[in-house]
């Protein structure tokens, strides 16, 4: 008998909660399996969000991509954001082979996020640095290696927003 390998569908790599990864992070863990967390609004797709994926999955073997929700993202990025709601936002991104595991949660930083999960590396784009990454001192406390990932920051939803306004259509 020939088993044929079913092919994961983009929105079963959706997790609703992420108290419901921690198992699944565990059990990977457990395997000898290193897991990368990265976390951001995503908010209109680019390739600056492409490339910071693909590098944060190239340094281990499973990426967890936590999305900020709908009024996360307003607080971080102001009124009129995020564009796209946060179910779209995470289906968008669970369709990429390289990402494993998609999630949401609704605080301005991933402090709380990264304690529950527990991740063995934490990446964020190259926008960041050691001394202005917000979850500096959580994950400092726990061991946790940060990376930052992806090209230099040239790319931006808001400067894709105000080429679209500044064009004249029709």
Not at 137 to 160: A, C, M, R, T, W
Request: charged share 30%; glycine share 8%.
């Amino acid at each position: 008998m020939v088993v044929v390998p079913r092919k994961v569908r983009s929105k079963d790599k959706i997790v609703a909660s992420p108290g419901s990864l921690k198992p699944i992070i565990q059990g990977l863990r457990s395997q000898g399996k290193q897991v990368v967390l990265t976390n951001g609004c995503f908010d209109l797709l680019h390739v600056g969000h492409l490339r910071c994926l693909e590098d944060a999955r190239a340094r281990g073997d499973f990426l967890v991509v936590a999305v900020n929700d709908d009024k996360s993202c307003e607080k971080n990025k102001g009124k009129g954001y995020p564009v796209i709601p946060v179910e779209e936002r995470m289906e968008l991104l669970s369709g990429f082979w390289f990402v494993d595991y998609v999630t949401s949660f609704g605080d301005e930083t991933a402090d709380a996020l990264i304690k529950k999960l527990e991740p063995d590396v934490y990446a964020k784009g190259t926008d960041y640095t050691a001394r202005t990454l917000p979850e500096r001192e959580v994950l400092k406390e726990l061991g946790i290696k940060p990376v930052f990932v992806g090209d230099k920051k040239g790319h931006s939803s808001s400067k894709i927003i105000a080429r679209i306004r500044k064009k004249k259509f029709g």
